[in-house]
């Protein structure tokens, strides 16, 4: 597995799929801090893309 992208030491990896199951965490789970972007799943750590994108633009700062 892989991370698609490294900011300022937060992990962002890109699942576009219907479910995140456990195993999907395990690449950026070794990072402090992590998000995975997601097509519907909405948790702790895990954001739908289109909500990932309008909170980036408006709060970039929270992100990065």
Avoid: G, W
């Avoid at 219907?18 to 948790?43: G, H, N, P």
Wanted: net charge positive; aromatic share 18%; hydrophobic share 40%.
């Amino acid at each position: 597995k892989e991370i698609d992208f490294i900011y300022n030491s937060t992990a962002f990896e890109l699942k576009y799929q219907e479910k995140i199951i456990s195993r999907d965490y395990k690449a950026v789970s070794t990072f402090k801090k992590y998000y995975l972007i997601s097509k519907k799943t909405f948790d702790k750590n895990t954001l739908p893309l289109p909500v990932f994108l309008i909170l980036l633009e408006r709060h970039p700062e929270k992100f990065i």
